[in-house]
């Protein structure tokens, strides 16, 4: 009598949608054994695609197989479409079970296959399923790309939004909080470039976002979040942004801006978001004999600990912490500004921003300048194409290269014209926080401390002891300073100090809309 091993598979969709069932499926195989005289062995239950053999349960087949050689005649299943759904790996198994000594058989579609002609028939047999497989992939794939076309987004929401259905059945995604706003403060952080992005997910995770870190490194590239659905090149489509029917949850600048950040065009200083409240400025500080970054320690007394900023190298410097953060403590308070006198700083710096950009339309000119640039580099390249002096890869390489150059900087470009106009508005409100700059620096806890510090010193200071250098502060504090220290000995100030002092701010190189300046006026 031979003996039979019943191999029963059915996918997920297959039962949901079709009503196949694993029992069923038994109760046929165990029907036909009984009715032919053939021993039931083994029942093998599967709950997995036929697209490939890597399969739990037809592994453990096989093992069995290998381990009990002589002891199975003959697998058999309902349908061919139960062993496989592909025609090549459907062959290369028949032939390892004939190895093993072994038939497989499906009893609704039985085939002789020592006949020759037989295979033809076992082709069909495969090839009907993989083709519905195929054709129902290629409706999906179509119905995706669709999908984006039209500004949907036709996948699980992003982090910071969730899946709704309006009232007419129309699925769509919508802003969730608090993940939204995490998200956003997480979008800016990157922007500023003080952080490392490991730091920035630490801190959103505190926020409330909930992914693993290269889910979210892999996030801050999606154009979603700026209004934006990527539809991906596709035969003769190049790739291309959609407008999304969605809430933007950033601006299309600042997703452009984390873009330059992340992709190396731009530096990130990558300094810790919180530490120790002793060591609140450790990573800000550079060494002045090495140029190393000073870390920071403690050093435990007979009673008490005692703090320090001190170079890892063998240099020797090292300064009390005590020391070094009440230095910076007398600094900050340079750039108080009495209530009474906020109008003329006002005027004196809004004067030097008109003389030095000419309102915003330097900016604007250059902007529009590289864009001309770019378009005549793409000409160019066309032409060299054209020539035959220029390969189709390479050429298309370039294209996609400078025209997502120029769609990055015409984003920006209303941004820049918009900084530029408002830029009145952005020195009230960044002489209103100055005034309390130094109380939320003295009572913040270390994080609050170092989003400060970064916004004064987008650059690590070099502290000697007794002052520092830094190549490159915030230069609208640097103005209030530079005002502050020309004005100190001065009781009334006339309208002809505001030509005077904005000229002298100019020289300096104040640019008050820079992103030091937005950080300052947007720092909680």
Not at 55 to 60: D, E, I, Y
Request: proline fraction near 3%.
């Amino acid at each position: 009598m031979k003996t039979a091993s019943l191999y029963v598979r059915v996918s997920t969709d297959e039962q949901a949608e079709k009503g196949y069932s694993q029992r069923n499926q038994e109760e046929v195989l165990r029907r036909y054994c009984e009715i032919k005289s053939i021993a039931v062995g083994k029942v093998y239950c599967e709950d997995h695609s036929a697209k490939t053999f890597n399969r739990p349960v037809w592994t453990k087949l096989l093992v069995d197989l290998r381990k009990n050689k002589g002891q199975t005649d003959v697998i058999l299943f309902t349908k061919w479409d139960r062993f496989s759904r592909n025609t090549g790996d459907a062959y290369t198994m028949l032939n390892t079970l004939r190895r093993f000594g072994v038939d497989a058989q499906a009893i609704e579609q039985p085939l002789d296959l020592e006949i020759p002609e037989n295979k033809m028939m076992l082709a069909f047999y495969l090839a009907a399923p993989e083709v519905e497989n195929d054709r129902r992939g290629l409706n999906i794939f179509h119905g995706i790309r669709r999908s984006k076309k039209e500004g949907r987004w036709p996948a699980a929401a992003p982090v910071g939004y969730v899946n709704l259905v309006d009232a007419k059945g129309h699925k769509y995604i919508a802003l969730q909080e608090p993940q939204a706003t995490a998200m956003r403060k997480a979008f800016q952080e990157v922007a500023n470039g003080k952080y490392t992005l490991r730091e920035i997910y630490k801190q959103a995770q505190q926020d409330g976002i909930s992914c693993l870190y290269n889910n979210f490194c892999n996030i801050i590239r999606n154009p979603v979040y700026c209004g934006k659905i990527l539809v991906p090149k596709y035969k003769d489509e190049e790739e291309y942004l959609a407008d999304g029917q969605h809430e933007a949850l950033i601006t299309e600048s600042l997703y452009y801006e984390v873009q330059d950040r992340i992709n190396g065009r731009k530096r990130i200083v990558g300094t810790k978001m919180s530490v120790d409240d002793k060591l609140a400025l450790r990573g800000f500080l550079d060494c002045p004999k090495c140029t190393r970054t000073l870390t920071g320690s403690a050093s435990k007394g007979r009673k008490h600990y005692y703090y320090y900023y001190h170079c890892s190298s063998a240099c020797g410097v090292r300064f009390k912490a005590e020391l070094v953060d009440t230095y910076f403590d007398k600094q900050i308070a340079k750039f108080t500004i009495r209530q009474e006198h906020a109008q003329f700083y006002h005027d004196v710096l809004l004067t030097a921003y008109k003389q030095q950009t000419g309102a915003g339309e330097l900016s604007q000119r250059a902007a529009l300048n590289l864009i001309k640039d770019l378009q005549a580099k793409l000409e160019r390249s066309r032409n060299f194409y054209l020539d035959g002096k220029l390969d189709e890869p390479d050429y298309k390489a370039v294209k996609r290269e400078v025209e997502n150059e120029i769609l990055s900087l015409e984003k920006r470009l209303p941004n820049i014209i918009k900084a530029s106009r408002s830029v009145s508005e952005m020195l009230t409100v960044g002489i209103s926080n100055t005034n309390t700059l130094r109380d939320r620096y003295i009572k913040g806890n270390s994080t609050a401390k170092r989003r400060l510090f970064g916004s004064i010193y987008p650059r690590n200071s070099v502290f000697d002891g007794t002052e520092h250098r830094t190549g490159f502060d915030n230069e609208f504090l640097r103005g209030i300073a530079l005002i502050n220290k020309r004005l100190r000995q001065k009781k009334d100030w006339t309208k002809s100090d505001i030509s005077d002092l904005s000229s002298l701010v100019v020289s300096a190189g104040i640019e008050p809309a820079t992103q030091g300046f937005s950080v300052l006026c947007s720092t909680d």
